[in-house]
């Protein structure tokens, strides 16, 4: 294994991804790594959950994706790997794994227990990215076999993160906003099999928002619905920020309605 992505919600100001780096660099210089995104909302699950699933699939077989958002850090919940037919996931159990994978693309869930893969076995109470998370992907991308990290599990076994789901009606569909970019545009789990070639729109604080093909296919500063790169509906404003005009958050719920 030559590569290993990281993705927090640590931000860059602080030196806590720095750090992480070099824990993994010191148990094996060779290894590559890339960021896939720091910034995350703080302890946004939903968030996170949704930039891996739609980073996974444009990396190489067999690379080792280091995520830590992780709220309960220092508690009683799991550390795991995840072997899956692409590669491997370490993360904690909090749910952002639950639902990403169909039951046959997992092939093996370890619990993190063996303290000799750590970088101490007295690891802090607040930054198990350093003493656990990151070690562990050093010395997976060095070879060591799953079975000396821990303990089988079953995925019928992992935290539910009870993520809501989009729901159709009679008269449409609702959904939610799982990630906002920096563009502000407002990603939604809506996909886009659900309303490909069909007429719809958004009724979002009494503003009917009309959907478009493309960022330019209505005046500056409209309000637009579209089909963005992660195949799912998104809300933007043409050279604006769909966040700032609608006020609303990753969690919120918009409803789309068929015409």
Not at 3 to 14: A, N, V
Not at 57 to 66: A, C, E, G, M, R
Not at 104 to 131: A, C, M, V
Request: aromatic share 10%; charged share 20%; with cysteine.
């Amino acid at each position: 294994m030559s590569l290993i992505t990281l993705l927090t919600d640590f931000g860059l100001k602080d030196n806590y991804v720095g750090v992480m780096k070099g824990v993994i660099k010191s148990i094996n210089p060779e290894i590559s790594l890339i960021d896939i995104t720091h910034n995350i909302a703080p302890q946004n699950i939903i968030e996170g959950r949704f930039m891996l699933m739609n980073s996974i699939p444009y990396f190489p077989d067999q690379t080792i994706h280091l995520v830590v958002i992780d709220p309960g850090v220092g508690s009683e919940r799991r550390g795991l790997i995840i072997k899956f037919k692409k590669g491997y996931i370490i993360a904690p159990d909090n749910g952002l794994i639950r639902g990403i994978f169909e039951e046959d693309q997992l092939l093996e869930i370890i619990e993190i227990k063996n303290p000799k893969y750590w970088l101490t076995s007295s690891p802090s109470f607040t930054f198990h990215g350093r003493d656990i998370f990151a070690p562990v992907a050093g010395y997976l991308s060095k070879g060591i076999p799953l079975k000396n990290f821990g303990n089988p599990i079953d995925s019928a076994s992992l935290i539910n993160g009870n993520f809501p789901d989009y729901k159709v009606t009679n008269q449409g569909i609702i959904g939610y906003i799982q990630s906002i970019d920096h563009f502000g545009n407002l990603i939604t789990n809506i996909p886009e099999k659900l309303i490909k070639n069909k007429s719809y729109f958004l009724l979002i604080k009494n503003i009917k928002i009309p959907r478009k093909n493309t960022y330019n296919d209505d005046k500056i500063g409209e309000i637009i619905s579209l089909i963005g790169s992660h195949n799912c509906l998104e809300i933007a404003v043409n050279q604006g920020n769909a966040q700032i005009r609608l006020n609303l958050k990753i969690g919120d719920q918009i409803e789309l309605f068929f015409d």
